[in-house]
């Protein structure tokens, strides 16, 4: 794990089942363990994801041609 080692106790519902699997597969000394990196993990692939649609965002045309056409609306002493 990467992220600071510094911890807090979180409390969060989760599916009976899923905590049912949860404690038949991992040992209850290394639940807070499992389940950090496995937020750490989906985190990481949200970040990505959001980090192509941005990429993506910055390169069509239209969206940039809508920005400019606003930004040319803030220096109309909107904020005087």
Excluded at 1 to 28: C, G, Q, W, Y
Excluded at 36 to 59: D, F, I, P, T, W
Aim: aromatic content about 6%.
């Amino acid at each position: 794990m990467k992220l600071a080692e510094k911890k807090i106790s979180v409390t969060f519902s989760i599916p009976v089942e899923l905590n049912n699997m949860l404690h038949s597969m991992i040992d209850r000394r290394k639940l807070s363990r499992f389940v950090a990196q496995a937020l750490e993990h989906a985190l990481n692939e949200k970040k990505q994801v959001l980090k192509e649609a941005y990429m993506q965002a910055s390169k069509d045309s239209d969206r940039l041609k809508v920005i400019k056409e606003w930004e040319a609306l803030d220096g109309e002493g909107w904020n005087d």
